[in-house]
């Protein structure tokens, strides 16, 4: 019989450099999850995507056992990547920040699609870009 899940977490989280402390720390507590035992086990899983934030999934149980999946990071940070922008632009409309390929775009949808509402690779770019043009990234051909 499947466990019943009691509490359901989403969180944005530094691969490889999750620990104890706050921000994390109290919400897992909160939770009745044993925060050391999640954030080896988060580390361990993420070590290899070191620094890029990443998207969590944690299913507490009524017997206080949990389960953690790990999603694609958010478009945002992808975007910020490959741009090599530190933030997106506070008036996008007016203040370009960086810019991204076309090429670029596909690289991004093709890492989300997995995670979007979409398996077309053309409406998953309409996506990503979409949320570049919000950030202030400018896309040229």
Excluded: H
């Amino acid at each position: 019989m499947a466990k019943k899940v009691v509490k359901m977490l989403k969180l944005v989280i530094s691969a490889g450099q999750a620990n104890p402390g706050p921000p994390l720390g109290p919400i897992l507590s909160q939770a009745g999850v044993n925060i050391k035992q999640f954030t080896d086990q988060f580390n361990t899983q993420t070590r290899q995507m070191a620094g890029t934030k990443v998207r969590v999934i944690v299913k507490i149980y009524a017997d206080r056992t949990y389960s953690f999946e790990i999603k694609t990071p958010p478009t945002s940070e992808l975007i910020k990547q490959k741009a090599k922008v530190k933030k997106g632009s506070g008036v996008p409309n007016l203040k370009k920040v960086g810019q991204l390929t076309s090429k670029d775009l596909e690289e991004i949808a093709q890492t989300k699609l997995e995670d979007l509402n979409t398996t077309d690779i053309e409406k998953a770019k309409k996506i990503v870009e979409g949320t570049a043009k919000q950030m202030g990234v400018k896309i040229i051909e």
